[in-house]
């Protein structure tokens, strides 16, 4: 039996897309998104997609939330020659970390970090302003899936699952709203009452 991803097309975090979360709620975390089959992921609200889990699943990354992350916690882990990973500070996706990239740039995905010794991150120089030093150990278990907007299709996804997505309703503006003369009610524009009298009967028709 096929499984669903429910994506709320309303938001995301940065590139990551939010999915309804087991629970309640909603988050970037596949590992916290609740499954569901593919008749309850088609009785939800018009602005909810469902996304086959396998194809999602297919195009996910890993990356690092800041919010769950803490250097004071990482200190214990950082041993003599362990593997770290390094933080380039003021670069953000949504709420993920950049992290370095050999051999230069940065990157979003955690399995594309550039991976090196302790040691040789501290022979550097580079001040915390340029770079945090992270242990490998303790942000692999940080970590966690998720997807992002310009990995996924959704035309493609569901190609051949019978789905095809509501196109979201209209919100018709106060001024598409047709009026009537109250003279000789013909329909007159919202906006064309306030420069002229009706050209029908000559009523004027602003409020």
Request: proline share 5%.
């Amino acid at each position: 039996m096929s499984q669903f991803y429910l994506q709320d097309s309303r938001s995301h975090v940065g590139d990551g897309l939010m999915f309804w979360a087991l629970g309640g709620g909603y988050t970037t975390s596949l590992d916290k998104a609740e499954v569901f089959t593919q008749e309850q992921a088609c009785s939800h609200r018009d602005t909810d997609i469902p996304g086959p889990k396998d194809y999602v699943d297919a195009r996910a990354h890993v990356g690092v939330d800041h919010q769950y992350i803490s250097l004071d916690e990482a200190r214990d882990h950082l041993t003599p020659g362990c593997t770290v990973v390094l933080q380039i500070p003021g670069h953000w996706n949504g709420n993920d970390i950049a992290l370095a990239r050999w051999p230069i740039g940065h990157t979003f995905r955690f399995e594309k970090a550039h991976h090196l010794t302790f040691e040789a991150a501290k022979a550097i120089g580079n001040t915390p302003e340029e770079a945090v030093i992270w242990p490998l150990s303790y942000l692999e278990a940080k970590a966690r899936r998720l997807v992002h907007k310009r990995d996924v299709n959704i035309k493609e996804a569901l190609r051949g699952t019978g789905i095809e997505i509501a196109k979201p309703r209209k919100q018709r503006k106060p001024c598409d709203r047709p009026l009537n003369c109250h003279g000789c009610g013909r329909f007159i524009s919202w906006d064309g009452r306030f420069l002229n009298d009706c050209q029908n009967c000559g009523a004027n028709n602003c409020p």
